[in-house]
């Protein structure tokens, strides 16, 4: 059964601190993405990652994928309270052409001042 | 442009009655999904479209039929709802997978409790 998992479920940190969230899953799968959902509002895409090492950068977020170990990481830089939200990994499980996109269940931050 | 458009906003059904959430985009994309959201549970695919006339089933289609008559509308119908679809509901259209310049756009959800 395809799983995927995120961790922590729950991220309290203050501001100017560094913290990374995981993002591990039990299939084979070359795209991952990132996405962020803010408190009754929709979903925004962060990140596509479409190939093992790839390495993506955002302000203060940064975004890797290692395919081998299934896991992918987003890295918070200085924190600062407008990046409080829901982060959600999402996992392409379809090796030719668009399919079934499993989402994990989402990391809530929440940054302190 | 106004992006993914969703209607309604929030509805309110009984145990039986069907309805249809309505989904445009006016980005002209060929990719349009529906995913359903539960607390702690992340977002679901019901049912996806790669194009007109297109469409397959996602990870969780039952109860759910959609049709894609054309490239801007993507409707999602409850055929019976039961109290287990109340939930949030999602749509989105992206131009392109598996690229790098790709972007999954997302509506602003529709709000559906069933009683």
């Known amino acids: 059964e395809l799983k995927v998992e995120q961790n922590p479920l729950f991220l309290s940190m203050q501001e100017g601190k560094n913290y990374t969230i995981y993002c591990n899953y039990s299939t084979t799968s070359d795209r991952l993405y990132w996405y962020r959902q803010d408190p009754g509002k929709s979903l925004e895409s962060l990140f596509v990652l479409l190939s093992n090492g790839a390495v993506k950068q955002e302000g203060r977020l940064m975004a890797s994928l290692d395919t081998k170990a299934r896991l992918s990481t987003l890295h918070i830089t200085a924190a600062v309270h407008d990046l409080s939200a829901t982060y959600f990994c999402a996992v392409d499980i379809s090796q030719t052409s668009y399919d079934k996109v499993i989402f994990g269940p989402g990391t809530s931050l929440s940054v302190i001042p | 442009n106004a992006g993914v458009t969703q209607t309604p906003k929030f509805q309110v059904l009984k145990t039986g009655q069907s309805m249809t959430l309505q989904c445009a985009q006016d980005m002209n994309h060929e990719y349009m999904s529906w995913y359903r959201q539960d607390p702690g549970m992340g977002l679901r695919l019901i049912h996806y479209?790669?194009?007109?006339?297109?469409?397959d089933q996602g990870e969780v289609p039952n109860g759910y039929n959609v049709s894609r008559s054309t490239t801007e509308d993507f409707p999602l119908r409850l055929l019976s709802a039961a109290p287990s679809q109340t939930s949030v509901y999602f749509c989105a259209s992206s131009s392109a997978r598996g690229v790098w310049w790709e972007t999954q756009y997302f509506g602003p959800g529709t709000r559906l409790l069933v009683l």
């Open positions: 479209s790669v194009g007109a006339g297109i469409t």
